[in-house]
Nanobody, 125 residues
Framework: QVHLVESGGGLVQTGDSLRLSCAASGGTFRTSAMGWFRQSPGKEREFVARISASGRTTDYADSVKGRFTISRDNAKNTVYLQMNSLKPEDTAVYSC??????????????????WGQGTQVTVSS
């Protein structure tokens, strides 16, 4: 029922920055924790960042901590991922997702019940 659309991906060089956006519709965005995940061909889906419904609490994977920032604008039903100091290993399809409050933990993909189609981020050397 919830529809998510990611945007902002692209081809950049090592050290560059990108800001991803995820626009939500059709659900209670303001009451749901949100997460960003990424996946490369041949690899498992990887947790990147999450943010609480209020926006007061955030969490990051060690691989992106200090470089990426997750935020949300509940008035616009949008969550963002600011990515700085990008590295080739950041290359992946990035997807946003809505937590279902299932109790698996917000770093786990099975905690999320709605997913966007993803946006490609490619970082060249």
């Amino acid at each position: 029922q919830v529809h998510l659309v990611e945007s902002g991906g692209g081809l950049v060089q090592t050290g560059d920055s990108l800001r991803l956006s995820c626009a939500a519709s059709g659900g209670t965005f303001r009451t749901s924790a949100m997460g960003w995940f990424r996946q490369s061909p041949g690899k498992e889906r990887e947790f990147v960042a999450r943010i609480s419904a209020s926006g007061r609490t955030t969490d990051y994977a060690d691989s992106v901590k200090g470089r990426f920032t997750i935020s949300r604008d509940n008035a616009k039903n949008t969550v963002y991922l600011q990515m700085n100091s990008l590295k080739p290993e950041d290359t992946a399809v990035y997807s946003c997702a809505v937590s279902g409050g299932l109790g698996y933990g917000l770093r786990t993909a099975r905690e999320y019940v709605y997913w966007g189609q993803g946006t490609q981020v490619t970082v060249s050397s």
